[in-house]
């Protein structure tokens, strides 16, 4: 009798274990289709949105163009897609995107003026003769690969905080370096954005993480307070005198006075308020009609405000979030450590480029020239962005394929 009801309660365990692994199986693909889902509604949305635009510039040749960008980055997540993310845990290939990268960036910086572009101030585009591309914003998937590998080894090897954080801040510090060479502030704020992110989820002594934050937060305070208060004596250039009419506009509400990056702003939260709660419905915008500028690519979500109101905005904010959710419960539930971080990274990459985009917008945060994920126009952004869907979409695979 004991050795049957041995055997009994190894089947029940056996049935326990199965359906166990179904139900995790299921969780898998149905956070791979509501993915897939979410990223295909935010892009019909972007494609009315761009078409809103084209239509009353005449500007077809954008819409097409948007169009292409699309497919080019759907090709962009298959391949991730169905490469191993282990693979970026090779030798070889950190070595690769490391020197890679620096070699890239270097080239930016150093290369002759024929084929390195310059915009609204940044030396940041390489001319490829039928396109172009920013190379800054491309790399930022091989930064959070880079910066997984570091933080992974961390925890696994259960090296001291400080060493980590020291080995972090150098992956940091080297893309921070060069892009900053460029010009481009806004995209290094980015990736400092990424790499607190993805640094306050280790399992870092959390006080040590806490000081660190707050000793940053304090630094740009401070900062923040001298530049409004001192503008004039100091000689920062553009670089101040963005921050500067963000604080006057944030404090005193005088955006339209200023010319430039004030009257963008000024304009933006124009379109917000005159869109309400409803907005004045599709294709009847007016910001478009050249009030706004670069309302395609940074200021994009004040069209959309405009059109749609509030309720179709709020509608974008929840897709976003759910979409970092889908991608956060990913990296929680990888139980390969560099998975973990690799996912957390790009969901945080996303997040925090759509939190800073929206924030400009809204006046909430200085201008850094950071596109709005997936809906602005521009091929660079949206390609890396869907390479990274395609590595979540990997590691929820690779997930099931070892259940």
Not at 85 to 104: D, H, N, Q, W
Not at 161 to 169: Q, R
Not at 288 to 309: C, Q, R, S, V, W
């Amino acid at each position: 009798m004991k050795i049957e009801n041995k055997s009994i309660y190894h089947q029940h365990n056996e049935i326990d274990e199965n359906i166990q692994k179904n139900i995790e199986n299921l969780r898998v693909r149905r956070r791979n289709r509501s993915i897939l889902l979410i990223v295909a509604i935010l892009v019909v949305l972007s494609i009315l949105n761009i078409l809103s635009v084209g239509f009353y510039k005449e500007d077809l040749f954008s819409v097409k163009r948007h169009l292409q960008i699309m497919c080019g980055s759907t090709v962009a997540a298959l391949i991730p897609m169905t490469l191993d993310y282990e693979i970026y845990r090779k030798p070889f290939m950190k070595l690769l995107l490391f020197l890679g990268s620096v070699g890239v960036l270097l080239f930016v910086i150093f290369g002759p003026g024929s084929i390195i572009k310059s915009v609204n101030g940044a030396r940041g585009w390489i001319n490829l003769g039928i396109t172009t591309i920013q190379p800054a914003e491309i790399l930022k998937i091989p930064f959070i690969i880079l910066l997984a590998n570091v933080l992974a080894k961390g925890e696994e090897k259960k090296l001291p905080a400080l060493t980590i954080f020291i080995n972090s801040l150098i992956v940091f510090g080297i893309f921070a370096v060069l892009i900053n060479e460029q010009n481009d502030l806004g995209t290094v704020i980015h990736y400092g954005a990424i790499y607190i992110f993805m640094f306050f989820l280790t399992k870092v002594d959390k006080k040590v993480v806490t000081g660190l934050v707050s000793a940053g937060v304090s630094t740009a305070v401070t900062a923040g307070y001298f530049i409004y208060k001192y503008s004039d004596k100091l000689s920062g250039g553009y670089k101040l005198e963005r921050i500067k009419i963000f604080l006057e506009g944030l404090f005193t509400d005088k955006y339209i006075g200023n010319a430039d990056i004030g009257y963008q702003v000024g304009q933006s939260l124009l379109a917000f308020g005159n869109g309400g709660l409803l907005g004045r419905s599709y294709g009847n915008g007016v910001q478009k009609y050249n009030y706004l500028p670069e309302i395609h690519t940074d200021f994009i979500m004040a069209l959309f405000g405009e059109e749609m109101g509030f309720i179709g905005v709020l509608i974008v904010i929840i897709l976003f979030f759910t979409l970092y959710n889908l991608i956060a419960e990913t990296g929680i539930s990888c139980k390969n450590v560099f998975g973990r971080y690799l996912a957390l990274g790009i969901g945080g990459y996303i997040i925090s480029q759509f939190l800073i985009n929206i924030f400009v917008a809204l006046g909430l945060l200085p201008v850094f020239g950071i596109p709005m994920p997936i809906f602005s126009y521009g091929g660079s952004s949206v390609i890396t962005i869907f390479a990274g869907i395609g590595i979540i979409l990997n590691i929820n695979k690779s997930m099931f394929d070892k259940k």
